[in-house]
């Protein structure tokens, strides 16, 4: 891997971002105070130059605190407000976020570096799943159940939770918020967001829309409250008895404090964590769809996605002939500025970031991974582009089962579909997997009970790109929770079993004679 060793690629300058910026939050109707990058405060970055441009309000322990209280106290007229009546206000922020998708979406590439159409997309996946929540909050079915005892009605009712506590990543900077504020809103729970120090301007933004949403629809704007800063925020989120359920995005080494952490004090938590996502290719593949599939998967948002494809497992046949079209797809690619129309590769979001990578590919060449691509573009500025790398590995390495996020995908060649399947498996994490055949008996053996363990298994699509309207998460180190659509809605309420007696006996269960 050879460093700066490409052209010198055009950035757009500081002050046009810090513009653009402006604009956008100006559009939402957001004015946040917006200082100096040498003053004190949160700042506000961008990958694409690396600079900072703006410093905003960063909050303290005790804002969580405040946020929670104020939370805790919507929450006890939230409960019983009707839940369509509460699908009222999603319905309203998902027409505020169709209304300003374009400046929504710019804030997102300028401050996780998405292209512009990845950019909507997220935004769009915002719009999904507010749809998605409004419809919902008609259908929070419970069910009724045979009774053993005559003149009884056993059933089942589903109620609010309580104050949710959300804690999302940089790379789905707002999107994840959506699933999570969606849902619990309908569900009647309040909702404390901290997102990623990373991105406090989109948080900003979004928070905006919601407090207009809700003035729209005369909801309290207490439902859901907005906290900016680092780790500190997020302990005092995990720590607070009132927060009932604590729905986190991040790494496996974040969920394995988080989740003991919550449980400790009995509370509830939905974990989103780690990847490590691999695709099977068989020979009976459609080699022209499963590469341009790859390639998306892999490439695309810089390899940041938790779904990214991380592991290409392909059979002997099969896997030469992958790696030259695939190397031949990313020497393509265009990397750089990805409010530039072409560019399909942006950045990466920090240094840390970009040594990971060259720490993960030299690894991977130390096992005897032979490296192709993943040399860092010239930048005018501290800034992380890079071409997209592929490591044909002789087996899965050590390395090979971590995850690195950044756009490196490892190759492994498989004989047997059984061994396919074990290599798919073979890793610590268990969010998304696909695997590409025209077969039908390989493609069901994938999906079937002893093929692949993870949350995510597709037949010809990649590992990433999902739809809200399935549950979406993983399981082993990814965390067991599920999100967004399907029946995740479960996790923010709970649940009570009734029994009604409308009887003038009282026969006990199980045939249980007392006096
Ligand atoms: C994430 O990277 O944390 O399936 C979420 C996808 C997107 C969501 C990714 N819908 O790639």
């Not at 979406?105 to 999904?128: C, F, W």
């Not at 003991?260 to 459609?286: H, I, K, M, Y």
């Amino acid at each position: 891997m050879s460093t700066m060793s490409s052209p010198v690629i055009a950035l757009p300058d500081a002050s046009w971002l810090r513009d653009r910026a402006r604009a956008a939050l100006a559009t939402l109707g957001a004015e946040p105070a917006l200082g100096d990058p040498a003053a004190p405060g949160l700042p506000a970055s961008t990958p694409i130059t690396g600079e900072v441009l703006f410093r905003v309000a960063e909050s303290t322990p005790s804002d969580v605190d405040a946020a929670v209280d104020r939370a805790a106290r919507a929450f006890t007229a939230w409960r019983r407000t009707p839940a369509p009546v509460r699908g009222a206000l999603v319905g309203r922020l998902g027409e505020l976020l169709t209304e300003h998708q374009d400046a929504l979406a710019r804030l997102v590439t300028i401050e996780a570096g998405k292209i512009g159409s990845e950019a909507r997309g997220e935004v769009q996946e915002m719009i999904d799943v507010c749809q998605f929540a409004v419809g919902l909050s008609r259908q929070l079915y419970g069910r009724t159940i045979a009774s053993e005892r005559p003149g009884h009605r056993l059933m089942e009712t589903w109620h609010p939770l309580g104050v949710t506590g959300v804690i999302t990543a940089f790379n789905f900077p707002v999107a994840v918020w959506a699933w999570n504020a969606a849902v619990a809103l309908v569900c009647g729970n309040t909702v404390v967001w901290k997102p990623s120090e990373l991105t406090p301007l989109t948080a900003i933004a979004c928070q905006t829309l919601l407090e207009r949403a809700a003035a729209d629809v005369g909801a309290p704007a207490e439902v859901g409250r907005l906290v900016l800063g680092g780790r500190e925020l997020g302990e005092a989120l995990v720590d607070d008895p009132r927060v009932a359920l604590l729905s986190a995005t991040g790494s496996v080494r974040m969920g394995r404090e988080v989740g003991p952490r919550v449980a400790r004090r009995f509370g509830r938590s939905l974990l989103e964590l780690g990847g490590n996502n691999a695709a099977v290719v068989t020979p009976a593949a459609d080699l022209e769809l499963a590469v341009r599939a790859i390639v998306f998967a892999a490439a695309g948002t810089a390899g940041q996605r938790c779904t990214s494809l991380r592991r290409l497992i392909a059979h002997r046949s099969v896997v030469d002939t992958l790696v030259d079209r695939i190397a031949a797809a990313y020497r393509s690619l265009p990397v750089g500025d990805p409010f530039a129309p072409d560019t399909l590769v942006g950045p990466l979001i920090h240094e840390t970031a970009y040594r990971s990578m060259v720490g993960a590919l030299e690894t991977a060449a130390a096992d005897g991974g032979e490296v192709i691509g993943g040399r860092r573009h010239d930048s005018p500025t501290e800034c992380f582009y890079v071409s997209p790398a592929l490591a044909r590995m002789p087996a899965q390495t050590t390395i090979v089962h971590d995850e690195t996020f950044a756009p490196v995908l490892y190759v492994v060649a498989y004989d047997t579909l059984e061994e396919a399947i074990e290599l798919n498996n073979a890793v610590p994490q268990g969010l998304s997997s696909a695997i590409f055949t025209t077969d039908l008996r390989e493609a069901e053996r994938f999906l079937g009970p002893d093929g692949s363990d993870c949350g995510i298994a597709n037949v010809n699509i990649g590992t990433s790109g999902a739809e809200i309207g399935g549950a979406f998460g993983g399981e082993k180190q990814t965390g067991g929770g599920r999100e967004s659509g399907s029946d995740s809605w479960k996790a923010y309420m709970r649940r009570a079993t009734n029994t009604v007696n409308y009887s003038s006996e009282l026969p006990l269960a199980q045939g249980v004679q007392f006096g």
